[in-house]
């Protein structure tokens, strides 16, 4: 299968290229800039340019190709909602361009926009039509009925591995700013998680045999405490680990304070059976012992 595939040279999309060619598929690759095209070039993946808000060159690639996976975001936090806007146009020019060709596209959500509180499933909507990505979820499952073979692969918000740059070390950083560790309360409350490679093996399973209109949930760990997440940075930096109140949480983390209060543990029974899933990589917390985290 010749596949489209958008942030193909992102920390969870290079990984994807890597197992699509690994199971015998081409790779179509999106890329913004020269030098990730020039990246993905040197990685013998064929390449086409464009960005996000070029819809053509979105169509243009879809329409190339004998299914599409969708992991492009732009990871502007103070832009935030103009972005979550642009990732909606995308997907709706993917289903567009690929109504009625029966054709599979897989597109990103995440965990954090479902149930909090108690493990979130597969079958659980979002919390709001108003969260981030729901309007894109919604295109895509309403898709099946137009002929697009359509899945949402709803990641853990900590996708961890050699070369994060998400949640977790973003968290490591504002305690060595900081001087110590710390987590809200208690810190009962659960992420989530998952492997970059684990990760990377769904999206393709999902490519493959994902039934359309399906909701995916990649998790490998249903609910890791937040506050053992706290502990292990402190461990690893050598800083003091503390309690926070919610006030001072919002000092303290920023724009993260939304986040890390959030319990949000979540199931991927469904995905695992389903598709015959099944987590082979590092835990969180031993990754984040052994892939550089704290070098």
């Known amino acids: ?41 040197a990685a013998g993946v064929e390449v086409h340019r464009g960005a996000l808000d070029d819809l053509d060159s979105l169509k243009r690639g879809a329409l190339a190709c004998d299914g599409v996976i969708h992991t492009a975001f732009i990871h502007d936090w103070s832009q935030f909602v103009a972005n979550v806007e642009t990732d909606r146009r995308a997907v709706e020019t993917l289903v567009g361009a690929l109504q009625g060709s029966g054709k599979p596209l897989v597109i990103t959500s995440g965990t954090m926009m479902v149930a909090h509180g108690r493990p979130a499933t597969e079958q659980d909507a979002p919390m709001s039509v108003e969260v981030p990505r729901a309007a894109s979820e919604a295109m895509v499952l309403a898709a099946a009925g137009h002929g697009v073979r359509g899945s949402v692969v709803r990641l853990a918000p900590t996708v961890h591995g050699t070369g994060d740059h ?4 973003r968290l490591i950083n504002i305690a060595r700013e900081k001087g110590f560790s710390a987590y809200v309360g208690d810190g009962v409350n659960r992420w989530p998680a998952i492997h970059r490679l684990d990760a990377a093996r769904l999206f393709r399973l999902a490519l493959e045999r994902a039934e ?24 690893g930096l050598g800083v003091p680990v503390r309690s926070l109140t919610g006030d001072e949480a919002s000092a303290h983390f920023d724009f993260m304070a939304r986040f890390v209060a959030t319990d949000n543990p979540t199931s991927s029974a469904v995905t695992r059976s389903s598709l015959g899933w099944q987590p082979q990589e590092a835990e969180l917390l031993i990754d984040m012992r052994n892939s550089g985290y704290f070098g």
């Open 166 to 169: 998400g949640f977790v070390p």
């Open 212 to 235: 359309p209109g399906t909701r995916l949930h990649g998790v490998a760990e249903e609910g890791v405490p937040f506050r053992a997440i706290a502990q292990a940075i402190g461990e």
């Open 1 to 41: 299968m010749r596949v489209f595939l958008t942030g193909a040279t992102g920390f969870i999309g290079s990984a994807i290229v890597k197992e699509l060619e690994r199971a015998g598929h081409q790779v179509l690759g999106f890329a913004r800039s020269d030098a990730s095209a020039a990246a993905l070039k």
